[in-house]
């Protein structure tokens, strides 16, 4: 299948798109899928259909950038793809978070977008917020910290100072714009680990 995912992607880079569709949905009927396979090309199908209208990836809008988002959490050169877009795009790492919410808390947990650091963490609930949303940080004792929230095209619009060590920041969001925006925690004034919060008011 890799010969055919390699075609589809030179035919797309061509701008070929009738091709490469044609090249895509052949893929089924030559191979008997396996579900991980089939959830492959799914994503992949996903990628096309996502890239094949837009000339631009630094102009997609919030629901592209979720779409995106979203492809880039499969496994596969489809996720593979997604994720280096993302990074090419907005400059920030991708890696799976495989951490559990508490039992005895309800919260939206981040889901895949978080970047690896071994002395701090963020995330932010619920997620979607409407009126408030919540951070939930740890930092080494006597770290200065913030939280600073960007929009999608990587603008910061506001940073909030945080408390040293752990705890929980609520902040009011009604202000902003409904969209997809990044957070991302700062210590030292280095950057930390970046997550995706979507605002729905």
Known sequence: MQPHYLQADILLQAGQAEADENTLSSIPEAFLLTDKQREEYDNKLALFQLLSGQADIFKMDSLEILE???IAEGEGLAG???RNLLDYAHGIEHEPDHSLPSATEERTPLGPVAL???HASI???PNPARETVIFEYA???GDEASVRLANIMGHTVVEI???PRAGLKEWNISGLSEGV???QLWVDEKPGPVGKLAIQH
């Open 68 to 70: 995106l988002s979203t």
């Open 181 to 183: 925006y990044w957070y």
């Open 116 to 118: 690896r650091s071994p």
């Open 123 to 125: 995330r932010a609930f």
């Open 80 to 82: 593979v793809q997604a």
């Open 161 to 163: 100072p945080l408390s």
């Open 139 to 141: 930092i080494l004792a």
